[in-house]
């Protein structure tokens, strides 16, 4: 890795060596002569208007524009809020070293000597805590889309999955106009939403209604996207569909139709395919294979989830239907209103092999087992806001929610247990035929009115939900156990039926102070009341009659009420640079518990001081430090509590522990970034540890027959960190950009867990190293390189478990080319080698994915062709090690295909008429 990254920067010391430049000056107030800061200095080409540098004054109002171009007639422009805007004309043929000295700007409407006044759009500015993008300031293809203009933001990272991060802290929702887009899922707006009609994008830390409301800072760990709709485009319409037949019967259709009139939103899409898709990424590469096709084996497991709406299980090939529609609107000036319906059907299939090797205190036996399922699933999902201002103190925001669903599975599983000299010793073989129906409905409440005394605020929050479960399992097993050339055979034929339910309600007011500019103080109170109801009934049924019999010890009929009471106070400090959060509080939680059928109930008190911290300082122009401390209470499961035998697993009989204790979690947070937009580079480091008292821990003894018993208990000295760290630098040149980054990662756990009955404690530690470089000229070709090692290694304090390691490598290329016109061709394969994999499975694979797209009709049409796995080398293999065990899977994935695609798309904007040449399509 090491020469790699040596090459990479080579190559960019080679690329900018000729054509620097550097421009410096200070920017003030005309009257005051006040030294600006974070005003937006900017170079744009004469020639074609091609942004080549930029940057914001510090605290001293000073700049350093340096960069490399070509280009020798420049426009330099200088902007802050509320001042007029300044350009003016350099020549680099002159001088590549210039010094503007003081350049004043003015707040007046007048013409300032020789200088012209303009309205031109700087690229980037800095609004307080947010960080403002001007779209079209950023060269990317024709019909780009918000995703290819993320891409290219300074500072802002969009991994193979769609995640995007901002210095590290991880944007959590994506927002349109401030309003939600199909709910908080981003991955529809970063797909979907076309260059053209966006104005702005705004990144500001991630902030729950009641910060927006009073003002306070969000969370420094996350951010939020607000995407803002240019005004002359805010009425209009734009759709795409795409449609494609492929190979060995696969399939893809996909639309989107979005209709915006000033505050009005409406949007409809829907989907079908066979190829483990969501269907809504509209990948203009790759279609619907979007994100999977970047990174096969970490994500063609047939899994996938969009807007809360899950589609297939943890493995397989799954075919699915979706549907949705979203409305937004605005009713007067007090009133603002959102909803969006979801559908999806599901139909999975799978299939996995393990091998699965546990280490007791004075053997080791070996599991093989095979699992093939098929799951059907309809799911239907409704969220809505409401959000009201009768004046302006006052804000109530409500937000009703709804999700409905019906599945049915059957799954059939065969296992052999083997002692170390391979003979057998039990092996199990099981039917599952399950129907299940859910139904969860919830709402939201939100109320606050801000007071005379700037800061001070009064607010309630409260939150209700109830879910609901109900389901019927024809359930067989038939287990044979071998000793001493004797078999024994125990054998369930059962009807379970189990109906759940879970209603909870909370509601908090609170109320804050401001004591001064800086010393806000604040006092609530949180109050949660739970009710969860199980009535699992199990009937043993005749072979022969098919008559039934209840079984009163494997049956239930249990209801658990916890209630929790949490009274806080708290203090915030914010001047300058410099935010301090501390509050503190007592949590006084309550369990009680009843099972009729049993006749078995107890109750518990979990009581503990509630503590928080929150530190931030801002470094120089660009750099901030973070700090969080907070600690909480767990209470343990239903299932962990209950003191009745759970026998759905012949080989894992499960009873719960009514004596288990609260689990106490401290936890901390760091984090360290600063981005120089001026030199193109940044890195961002940070880390958490958690430390926990009370870890509920599972006790297992395993019987010469190799059947396990499990109950738990309460045990120290669990605790886990990860550490993050990256560093990336840029190179632009015209159309010319060339970028690399490194980090390394690293996580750590220690578990204290149980073997045999014998406790015993593991520590693993994982690093990961990983280096990528970029090289690309516009509208010419892309290209990326990336490489990581992950390296693990788990230590035991027990004799009888072997230590283990392994070390897994992932080598990935992504090659775009956009020539000749109208021809776009992708590349992208991946290799990936897991170590240390049991022979009886492949541990390596070379996936290579390929598409060829040809534009016509003014851009509106993309015929495609797209092949999927051209080496035919797609593995699903994983190694998992754990407290006392070694797993290895390999499940069913999806194989070779070819597809042949068609893509339409239209659009209209600002009263265009669609059948006018003009027109604009993207």
Do not use: C
Request: no cysteine; charged share 25%.
């Amino acid at each position: 890795m090491n020469k790699f990254v040596i090459a990479a920067l080579l190559l960019g010391s080679l690329f900018v060596h000729s054509q620097q430049f550097t421009i410096t000056g200070t920017v003030t107030d005309s009257v005051t002569k006040q030294k600006l800061l974070s005003a937006t200095v900017f170079l744009e080409s004469v020639e074609d208007s091609t942004l080549i540098t930029y940057s914001i004054t510090d605290i001293d109002g000073k700049f350093n524009l340096t960069g490399n171009t070509n280009y020798e007639l420049l426009n330099f422009y200088t902007s802050f809020q509320g001042y007029q805007e300044i350009t003016r004309v350099l020549d680099l043929s002159k001088n590549r070293q210039i010094d503007m000295g003081n350049i004043m700007l003015s707040n007046d409407i007048e013409s300032l000597g020789d200088v012209v006044v303009t309205a031109r759009k700087a690229p980037i500015t800095l609004k307080q805590d947010t960080l403002e993008f001007n779209a079209k300031s950023f060269n990317t293809k024709a019909d780009a889309t918000l995703e290819d203009v993320i891409k290219e933001l300074p500072g802002v990272e969009l991994d193979k999955d769609g995640n995007i991060t901002v210095n590290g802290k991880q944007v959590t929702k994506i927002l349109v106009n401030g309003k939600e887009f199909f709910g908080d899922d981003p991955q529809i707006a970063l797909k979907n939403l076309p260059k053209e009609i966006i104005d702005k994008i705004q990144v500001t830390e991630s902030k729950t209604e009641e910060q927006k409301q009073s003002g306070d800072a969000g969370d420094d760990n996350a951010s939020e996207i607000n995407i803002t709709i240019d005004e002359d485009k805010n009425k209009g319409w734009f759709s795409r569909l795409t449609a494609g037949a492929g190979t060995d019967d696969r399939y893809s259709m996909s639309g989107i139709a979005n209709y915006f009139k000033d505050e009005l939103r409406v949007s409809v899409l829907g989907s079908s395919n066979n190829i483990n898709s969501p269907g809504f990424s509209f990948d203009e590469i790759y279609d619907a294979m979007g994100s999977s096709a970047y990174s096969i084996s970490r994500s063609s497991n047939g899994s996938f989830g969009i807007n809360g709406v899950n589609f297939g299980s943890n493995s397989g090939i799954t075919s699915s239907r979706s549907a949705g529609f979203n409305y937004s609107d605005e009713y007067g000036e007090k009133v603002e209103a959102d909803a969006n319906y979801f559908y999806g059907r599901s139909d999975n299939i799978s299939a996995t092999d393990s091998r699965r090797t546990t280490f007791l205190p004075d053997r080791t036996f070996t599991t093989t087992s095979s699992n093939n399922s098929n799951s059907l699933g309809n799911n239907h999902r409704f969220g809505s806001r409401i959000t009201v201002k009768p004046d302006t103190l006052t804000s109530i925001y409500f937000r009703p929610r709804a999700t409905l669903s019906d599945n049915s599975s059957n799954s059939n599983q065969f296992s052999a247990s083997r002692d170390e000299d391979g003979n057998l010793i039990n092996d199990v073989t099981t039917t599952s035929n399950n129907i299940s129906d859910n139904r969860n409905l919830g709402a939201n409440l939100y109320v606050s009115r801000r007071l005379k005394t700037k800061g001070s605020f009064i607010s309630l929050s409260a939150d209700f939900s109830e879910d609901q479960n109900n389901s019927d399992n024809r359930f067989n097993s038939e287990r044979n156990t071998f000793n001493n050339n004797t078999t024994t055979t125990d054998i369930q034929n059962q009807l379970i039926n189990q109906n759940t339910r879970n209603t909870t309600y909370s509601f908090g007011p609170r109320y804050r102070q401001a004591l001064d500019s800086n010393w806000r103080a604040s006092v609530e109170y949180n109050y949660q009341h739970r009710d969860q109801s199980s009535e699992r009934n199990v009937f043993d049924i005749d072979p022969n009659s098919g008559n039934r019999d209840f079984n009163t010890t494997l049956s239930n009929d249990f209801d658990v009420i916890s209630t929790q009471q949490r009274p806080e106070v708290g203090v915030s400090y914010e001047k300058g640079e410099f935010r301090m959060e501390l509050g503190t509080g007592y949590i006084f939680q309550t369990l009680e518990s009843e099972d009729v059928l049993q006749q078995v109930s107890f109750s518990k008190d979990f009581n503990n001081l509630f503590l928080q911290a929150n530190l931030r300082q801002k470094i120089g122009k660009f750099g901030q430090v973070y700090l969080y401390y907070n600690n909480s209470v767990d209470v343990p499961s239903v299932r962990e509590l209950q003191p009745v035998e759970d026998r759905t697993n012949p080989t894992n009989i499960v009873v719960g522990n009514p004596d288990l204790d609260a689990t106490i979690r401290h936890n901390v947070n760091l984090n360290w970034s600063n981005y120089d937009w001026e030199k193109g580079s940044g890195f961002y480091m940070g880390g958490n540890m958690s430390f926990n008292k009370d870890a509920v821990a599972a006790i297992t003894t395993t019987d010469d027959d190799l059947i396990r018993t499990t109950t738990y208990t309460n045990v120290d000295g669990n605790r886990n960190g990860y550490l993050y760290s990256s560093f990336s630098k840029t190179w632009k040149k015209d159309k010319r950009d060339i970028g690399g980054d490194i980090s390394i990662n690293a996580n750590y756990n220690r578990f204290v867990s149980f073997t045999n009955g014998i406790q015993f404690a593991s520590e693993s530690l994982g690093i990961t190293p990983g280096a990528s470089f970029e090289y690309s000229i516009r509208d010419l070709f892309e290209i990326e390189l990336d490489y990581s090692l992950n390296l693990n290694s788990t230590a035991y304090d027990i004799a009888s478990i072997e230590d283990q390691s392994f070390t897994n490598h992932t080598a990935a290329i992504d090659l775009t080319t956009f020539w000749p016109e109208n021809l776009t061709m992708g590349l992208r394969g991946e290799y990936n080698r897991f170590g240390n994999v049991s022979s009886e499975f492949d541990n390596d694979s070379f996936v290579l994915i390929g598409s060829l797209g040809y534009k016509f009709a003014k851009d509106k049409a993309i015929l495609k062709v797209t092949a999927y796995d051209l080496l035919d080398q797609v593995i699903a293999t994983r190694r998992n090690v754990n407290q006392d065990f070694v797993l290895d899977t390999s499940s069913l994935v999806l194989q070779q295909y070819f597809m042949l695609s068609f893509t339409y798309k239209l659009s209209k904007f600002g009263g265009s008429d669609p059948d006018n040449n003009k027109t604009k399509f993207f």
